[in-house]
């Protein structure tokens, strides 16, 4: 993950720090698809321990059209001949599946698992709905106790919808799972799928890092990931789910391939493992940037050469002729103080032949809100025009203030849905809009398929169209109910909220650090618990109890448990009697939770209490006398 982008940048800054100001922190890293250990190894100072053991053996194999060859890297075509494919297939039926996908699985399911990773999203939905529809009705009555309960918690967790595609499928033990589903729909599949309740997973690439659902077989769908050719980390993470360890006494992967990509698949699977990189210099050098500010601002570093002393223990250090090909560390340090110094982040003083390194107000706001560089100077501005016609007899100035930069990139508007939701505004979010640079005029000439003038910033159109979701959002706190009004998945939505409830929190701190920003610092608390919650208003106090979702949060509400005193002082016994489908452990555990979270809520108002009374107070005498 230290080669993957902007997120392997600030792992990186994370690793230095810590090896920077700590000698005693243990780092342990593992890889199983990691190419240059030794420049790893060289960063993080460490010892180095390798083991080929696998508890569980694993068989690679590729398919091409009715053969199936095992994988050989060490032959000269890689591929040695295995067995032909043994099925029976009808002419409708070849039409249908003519990759063998049903015959593959139907091999090992229902009495082993089985993970199918398809090259989108669209495909692992289809994939699941066609294997479903050729299963033997013996699959349905396998398990269905568990399966109907599944499906009531799936139920449960969408407020009263499930997805069509999950209704039908989990009722034969099989299931999708991708960046579609909501994070509590992921969970269910997973946890289902680890306990046998569900045999089959179809799914996209993103199963196969982090998340441990191993199978007696994998299938790749296709040697891509959308419209890219696996890479050979890639390749190894997918097949190597493959091998379940004490149930399995073997483990095999099935890579499905057409002719045309046959060469390409045997370099994939004899190439050696991808090199990672240092990611500080991606995206014109954003990372370096941001951890050059933020140990100025740190007082971490003072002067220049206590920044490259700093730099000389990253991994950017170590692959410096790799990766800074132009120019050395020592100029790239220069370089990026001085582009931190344009942008108003930093003062450069010179005294005594030495330059001493300060952060600005907005660079401390910046680097204090974790706010993105490439942004800083954006949102400073867009919080600074926003005052001027501050919008607050609605949310929706707020929401579009704090709608993340970085979602807006990923929007693709459907300008009758746009225009639709414009006109529902009232007559003050409509000229809130226009303000921002969205007028009504722009708007429905794009629905009617018009050209529309240019001098429109389409970021902000983007921007303030993600606004009306997050907007929509929090008036119904339906995520089902707007992902179907503006044709988005319901992953995606849930994504947008938890991105725009963090975007919300640096914000808030980024305002706390400019004095002229004040206003702000109230309205933004209120909005963040919105965000972070998304459920109406008299339901947040229960919302924070752990383990409360807001089926749940409405249940109690309605019971009776109104607050979290009234939590607090419940007697689990008549939780699980006034509350459907409650245990007594999670009853227990909430009314625990609810009890820690009121304690905890006393001592911060005790403390404040305490600090009132120690203060002394300076009054006239006259008010003694």
């Known amino acids: 993950m230290l080669g993957d982008g902007s997120r392997g940048a600030v792992i990186e800054m ?28 060289t960063f993080l100072k460490a010892e180095n321990y390798t083991n080929d053991f696998r508890p569980v053996e694993l068989k690679e194999f590729v398919k091409l059209k009715d053969t199936i ?35 593959l699985v139907t091999e090992v399911i229902p009495s082993h698992s089985c993970l199918v990773f398809c090259p989108t999203k669209k495909n692992c939905e289809n994939v699941a709905a066609m294997i479903c529809k050729h299963l033997k009705d013996d699959f349905l009555q396998l ?77 790749l769908r296709s040697p891509y990931v959308a419209a890219d050719f696996l890479k050979r980390s890639q390749y190894k993470q997918m097949v190597g789910r493959a ?55 740190l007082n971490m570093c003072r002067c220049v050469a206590e920044v490259e002393a700093f730099l000389s223990g990253t991994l950017l250090c170590v692959q410096q002729q790799r990766v800074c090909v132009d120019q050395t ?59 001027e016609g501050l919008l607050l007899n609605s949310f929706l100035h707020l929401i579009y203030l704090v709608t993340p930069y970085d979602m807006v990139s990923v929007c693709k508007p459907d300008w009758m849905l746009y225009f639709t939701q414009f006109t529902l505004l009232s007559a003050s979010e409509q000229k809130m809009s226009a303000a921002v640079g969205v007028p009504e005029s722009f708007v429905a000439r794009k629905a009617a398929g018009q050209s529309v003038k240019k001098g429109i910033n389409m970021a902000v159109v983007r921007r303030m169209y993600l606004a009306l979701v997050l907007f929509a959002l929090l008036k119904e706190t339906n995520l089902w109910s707007v992902a179907e009004r503006f044709q988005m998945s319901r992953g995606f939505i849930q994504n947008l909220l938890s991105s725009a409830s963090a975007f919300c929190s640096c914000v808030l701190h980024f305002t706390e650090e400019l004095e002229e920003l004040w206003p702000f610092k109230a309205l933004l608390v209120e909005l ?46 008549a939780l699980c009697k006034n509350i459907e489908n409650l245990f007594r452990k999670q009853a227990e555990m909430m009314v625990a939770s609810a009890k820690m979270l009121l304690n905890e809520k006393a001592a911060v108002l005790q403390e404040e209490v305490d600090d009132l009374l120690m203060t002394p107070l300076d009054l006239p005498t006259e008010l003694f006398i």
């Not at 700590?22 to 420049?39: E, F, P, R």
């Not at 918690?153 to 579609?180: F, I």
């Not at 994070?183 to 946890?191: D, G, K, P, T, Y």
């Open 14 to 41: 994370t690793l230095a720090k810590l090896l920077y100001m700590s000698k005693s922190t243990q780092i342990i890293g593992m890889s199983a698809t990691l190419g240059n250990i030794k420049d790893l190894q």
């Open 69 to 103: 060859y095992e994988v050989t890297p060490k032959e000269e075509n890689c591929f040695t001949f295995s067995r032909l494919l043994n099925f029976k297939y009808s002419s409708a039926m070849q039409k249908l599946d003519p990759d063998h996908i049903i015959a």
């Open 143 to 219: 398990k269905e106790k568990e399966k109907s309960i599944l499906l009531q918690e799936l139920k449960a967790s969408g407020n009263g919808a499930v997805c069509p595609v999950l209704s039908r499928t989990v009722r034969y033990g099989l299931a999708y799972h991708h960046s579609g589903l909501t994070a509590e729909e992921r969970r269910l599949v997973e946890e289902a799928y680890s306990n046998g309740v569900l045999c089959l997973l179809t799914c996209t690439s993103t199963l196969a890092a982090g998340i441990n659902l191993p199978a007696r077989r994998v299938i």
């Open 243 to 297: 091998g379940r360890a004490g149930i399995d006494s073997t483990g095999e992967s099935v890579l499905i391939l057409q002719d045309k990509d046959k060469s390409m698949a045997q370099s994939l699977v004899s190439a050696p493992m991808e090199n990672c990189f240092s990611n500080l210099m991606h995206d014109e050098g954003k990372g370096l940037l941001s951890l050059i500010l933020s140990l100025i601002g």
């Open 329 to 387: 560390l020592t100029q790239t340090v220069h370089q990026s103080i001085e582009l931190l110094r344009e942008k108003n982040l930093i003062t450069v003083t010179t005294e005594s032949h030495s330059q001493t390194l300060q952060v600005t107000r907005l660079g401390r706001a910046t680097f204090k809100g974790s706010v993105d560089l490439t942004h800083s100077e954006v949102l400073y501005s867009d919080l600074s025009k926003g005052l």
């Open 528 to 573: 963040n618990r919105r965000l972070s919650y998304c459920v109406k208003a008299e339901l947040i106090p229960l919302m924070e109890v752990n383990g409360i979702m807001e089926l749940r949060a409405r249940q109690l509400y309605s019971a009776g448990y109104k607050t979290l005193t009234h939590l607090a002082s419940a007697d689990p016994a």
